[in-house]
């Protein structure tokens, strides 16, 4: 599996992954949590798929961290 968040292919529900919130762009700050839910239709983006963690963050994927959680 792809190790970065630009293929939806590669990201489901339940991952861990490490996104970048919208309001952290500019400094690259990293936020860790798993995915509830991806916003992006499209099969890839340049600067990572979108998705919504179960904390409620929205931002794009920028590292896939670990598997399905339990």
Known sequence: ???N???RSSIRPGLTVDI???KDQA???LTRG???DI???SPNHPHGIKVR???GD???VKLIVGGQSQ
């Open 39 to 41: 916003l992006t239709n």
């Open 27 to 29: 400094t690259g700050r």
């Open 34 to 36: 798993i995915v509830k």
């Open 53 to 55: 963690l179960q904390s």
């Open 1 to 3: 599996m792809s190790t």
């Open 58 to 60: 929205v931002g794009r």
């Open 20 to 22: 970048v919130l919208k």
């Open 5 to 7: 968040g630009q293929q």
